[in-house]
């Protein structure tokens, strides 16, 4: 399995910036997926979720209202659309296939089993 991140870059406050997850070894549209961030010094956070079919969305407070998770089940694709980026918002974002071990909506790491390598987003104020 192999989890593909990407898009990353320079942007500036009030931004916008899409990140993608192309999957691999997996049956992609059976996955829920998420996208997780890692800011220096700091513990891994979730960011967003999406359900296997794509219908259902969950969101971090921090970035509800500007960020939006969508999928492409037919590219294996998984996307990011960050909007009015924060300086605070600078981090390694990270995607991840959930866990359907446990049921439920995650949001923590640990329910997450295939990560990608993560992507760094820097936003300058």
């Known amino acids: 399995v192999q989890l593909q991140a990407y898009g990353g870059g320079l942007v500036q406050t009030g931004g916008s910036l899409r990140l993608s997850c192309a999957a691999s070894?997996?049956?992609?549209?059976?996955?829920?997926m998420g996208w997780f961030r890692q800011a220096p010094g700091k513990e891994r956070e979730f960011v967003a979720r999406?359900?296997?079919?794509?219908?259902?969305?969950y969101y971090a407070d921090s970035v509800k209202g500007r960020f939006t998770i969508s999928r492409d089940n037919a590219k294996n694709t998984v996307y990011l659309q960050m909007n009015s980026v924060k300086p605070e918002d600078t981090a390694v974002y990270y995607c991840?296939?959930?866990?359907?071990?446990?049921?439920?909506?995650?949001?923590?790491?640990?329910?997450?089993?295939?990560w990608g390598q993560g992507t760094l987003v820097t936003v300058s104020s």
């Open positions: 991840a296939s959930a866990d359907p071990a446990y049921g439920g909506i995650r949001y923590s790491a640990p329910y997450y089993k295939y």
């Open positions: 070894g997996l049956t992609f549209s059976r996955y829920a």
């Open positions: 999406i359900s296997w079919s794509g219908s259902n969305t």
